[in-house]
């Protein structure tokens, strides 16, 4: 359910898989619980401002990214 989650949040999940995940919802209290998280976060996030960071910020960011699409599959940082 955890992978499903936000599919099924976002309506994105086929009618037999969200009807699957509706019903596993229905009878799991940990999952429900975990959805209702979710659920929440989402919200909260949806509300929140919207600010670009500063800019040295945004350059460390991206500067990560190159570096995370440039190493070899499986490498550690």
Same mark, same amino acid.
């Given at each position: 359910?955890?992978?499903?989650?936000?599919?099924?949040?976002?309506?994105?999940?086929?009618?037999? +898989?969200? =009807?699957? +995940?509706? =019903? @596993? =919802?229905?009878? !799991? @209290?940990? !999952?429900?619980?975990?959805?209702?998280?979710?659920?929440?976060?989402?919200?909260? =996030?949806?509300?929140?401002?919207?600010?670009?960071?500063?800019?040295?910020?945004?350059?460390?960011?991206?500067?990560?990214? +190159?570096? @995370?699409?440039? +190493?070899?599959?499986?490498?550690?940082?």
């Amino acid at each position: 359910m955890s992978e499903l989650v936000t599919d099924y949040l976002d309506g994105a999940l086929p009618g037999f +898989a969200r =009807l699957r +995940a509706h =019903l @596993h =919802l229905f009878m !799991c @209290h940990s !999952c429900r619980r975990y959805y209702d998280q979710m659920r929440r976060t989402v919200g909260l =996030l949806a509300r929140a401002p919207r600010e670009a960071p500063p800019p040295e910020v945004e350059q460390h960011l991206l500067e990560a990214l +190159a570096r @995370h699409d440039s +190493a070899p599959p499986g490498a550690h940082r």
